[in-house]
């Protein structure tokens, strides 16, 4: 089970840290990402990270800007988003593969969270 937290309202500019905790399975058992999904719009991939935290990847519009990481110990993987946009606005969401090291694809996941909100106001 995945249960995202740390969603919110933030101006434009400002900054928010999603967490995505794991129950059931050790957490490296598994590849993690975040996706999002714009109102209107699909469910986008976002960032994706190997289950040792080693290689991660990530959509050209939050390089630079967005952060994914994780604590195995912690069964808990972050988004860290800084400088955000209004155009990040979207309810985001964790996913876990274990069939693979790293995805991009929503077919890659196993396992979904129930999502979390992220409000950017200009």
């Known amino acids: 089970r995945l249960v995202e937290s740390g969603g919110g309202l933030v101006q434009a500019g400002g900054s928010l840290r999603l967490s995505c905790a794991a129950s059931?399975?050790?957490?490296?058992?598994?590849?993690m990402a975040w996706f999002r999904q714009a109102p209107g719009k699909e469910r986008e991939f976002v960032a994706t990270i190997s289950r040792s935290g080693g290689t991660t990847y990530y959509t050209d519009s939050v390089k630079g800007r967005f952060t994914i990481s994780r604590d195995n110990a912690k069964n808990t993987v972050y988004l860290q988003m800084n400088s955000l946009k209004p155009e990040d606005t979207a309810v985001y969401y964790c996913?876990?593969?274990?069939?693979?090291?790293?995805?991009?694809?929503?077919?890659?996941?196993?396992?979904w969270g129930q999502g979390t909100q992220v409000t950017v106001s200009s």
């Open positions: 996913a876990a593969t274990v069939t693979l090291t790293t995805f991009t694809r929503e077919d890659g996941a196993n396992y």
């Open positions: 059931g399975r050790a957490l490296n058992y598994y590849g």
